[in-house]
């Protein structure tokens, strides 16, 4: 591993700001990573999440409330913004114009002038290196997929389904927070909050939708608040996209159906992909992180078979080739991919390389498109 140190600052320190930070805490785990990062400034509204970063990481110097005090601090490299959608644009548009390079979260701005607010800002830093967080694609079993897409392994492009699949939101005595209101979360729903981490992969193989119709369901209207009063609950529970992709390969239409859904009863954050091709098909889903489904036509045989995945990770590390890889894994691997696109001006490899600002706004053409086309109950170009 170089000795390049990047130091970050973190905005938001509640779920995901912890998963950077202890993912930053074992970067030993990584044999030939590009560079390291180092946590130096934390920033967060509220006082209590704070403890948790300041009592387990030592290298922080800054605490702060507000996030302009971290834009003036000459001694961070790079910030990971990580706070509720309708503070994207501010915040990230803030980061980039200080200079600072910035990981942000999905989905990259509250709807889709947020999002161009932000390319713009982008446009006009070319200096500063911005990626979108999604860490799924780093599952081994999805950069074998990539890596048959990129060599073309699967033939025509027959059909292709991706899903983001939730249960949490079953119980309906669950409290309101912010990622159920519209205020705060946008009107996309569970498009912005899951939709990001499905379109990654289809986006980087270049199967982009050319129109879409979409059924939305708001399924639980009504949630408990704080005191236990019934308040309305107004965000999309659940999306079903079915789209007309074009295969860059030879300009040929196939069905693309995204599915988003915070209520699918026996699923918990279940994320899957399925390829279907005239000369090999595909199927994952993190429910079995170490199987990966293919079918190859073998002797005139159609044959599906399991691939047993242990760490065939993009950037290795130490955990031995056999054993199961997970979540934190994925994270891990993620900001590899971010420090080392930072460094080298490229991803590692096509599949092995976080969301570019343009395939964020790819997805918030189509989500906007999924929103008037559920409205309308049409099919709406993309
Ligand atoms: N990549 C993933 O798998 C994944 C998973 C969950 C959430 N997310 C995304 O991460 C972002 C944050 O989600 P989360 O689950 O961590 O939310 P969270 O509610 O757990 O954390 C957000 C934090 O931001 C803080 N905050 C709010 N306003 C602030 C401000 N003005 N300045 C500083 N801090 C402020 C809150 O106090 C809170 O601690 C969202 O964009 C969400 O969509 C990504």
Redesign the pocket.
Known sequence: MSGKTIRFGI???????R?FASAAARWCHLLDAPARPEIVAI????KE?LDWFTSNIPSIEQVT???RELLGNDQIDALYV????H??EE?YCAVIRAGKHLMG???FGIDKAANDAILDCIAEHPEVFVRC???FPFFPAVQRIGEMIEANAFGQIIEVKAAFLHSSDLDPQKPI???RMVDLNGEYGCM??LGM?ICHVPFRAGWVPRNVRAILSNIMRKRPDSTGAMVPCDTWDNATLLCDAVDPGNGDAFPMTLETKRIAPGEKNTWCLEVIGTQASARFSTKNPKQLNLLEIKHGQQVWGQVEMGQETAFSNLTGGIFEFGFSDA?LQMWAAFLYELEHGQPLTKFAGCVTPEETAFSHRLFTSALRSHHSATVVVV
């Open positions: 905005i938001g320190c509640g779920l995901m700001g998963e920033c967060n509204r509220s999440p409330h507000d996030y990580a706070v509720p959608h503070l994207h915040i979260e999905k989905p967080s999604s860490e927070n912010w990622k912005g909050d981490h994270i």
